[in-house]
């Protein structure tokens, strides 16, 4: 009568094989909860979202050829004309879905644009116009 040998695992090792399973099932489930909640990624170049927006201005510089417009929190814009009567100017800014809405009562100017970073701190403003290129600097350097 021939025996046959049961192959029996020591329990350590069983131990060790269910932390394995254990491991690799949290690690999917960890994955499969960033996949779905994560923020898309948005492709270089691509526009920002309105969150984006929002933390870009608020509380900061936005540079553009002829002017510089300070952005503050609570909404208002304080800007500068650079050539000709350095004339001060007075608005306001808000985000509107994932476009920046600004209202320039002095200009009699009204409008959205959607905002693509280039480089750095470099932007391109895309509205009903033709695209214009602007910088952002961190706060206000310019004391408007």
């Known amino acids: 009568m021939a025996f046959e040998r049961e192959t029996v695992m020591p329990k350590s090792r069983k131990t060790l094989a269910l932390a394995i399973l254990a491991l690799v099932l949290a690690g999917g489930v960890a994955a499969g909860i960033w996949y779905r909640y994560a923020p898309p990624a948005r492709n270089e170049g691509g526009a920002l979202t309105g969150a984006e927006i929002a933390a870009l201005v608020s509380g900061n510089t936005v540079k ?39 209202a320039f009562p002095s200009h009699d100017y009204k409008g959205c644009v959607a905002i693509i970073q280039d480089k750095d701190s470099e932007y391109t403003f895309a509205g009903s116009g033709s695209p214009g290129k602007r910088t952002i600097i961190n706060g206000n350097p310019e004391k408007l």
Request: aromatic residues 12%; proline residues 5%.
């Open 64 to 102: 553009g050829p002829k002017f510089s417009e300070y952005y503050l929190p609570d909404g208002s814009i304080r800007g500068r004309e650079i050539e000709d009567t350095d004339e001060e100017y007075l608005g306001a800014w808000h985000v509107e879905g994932d476009q920046l809405c600004v």
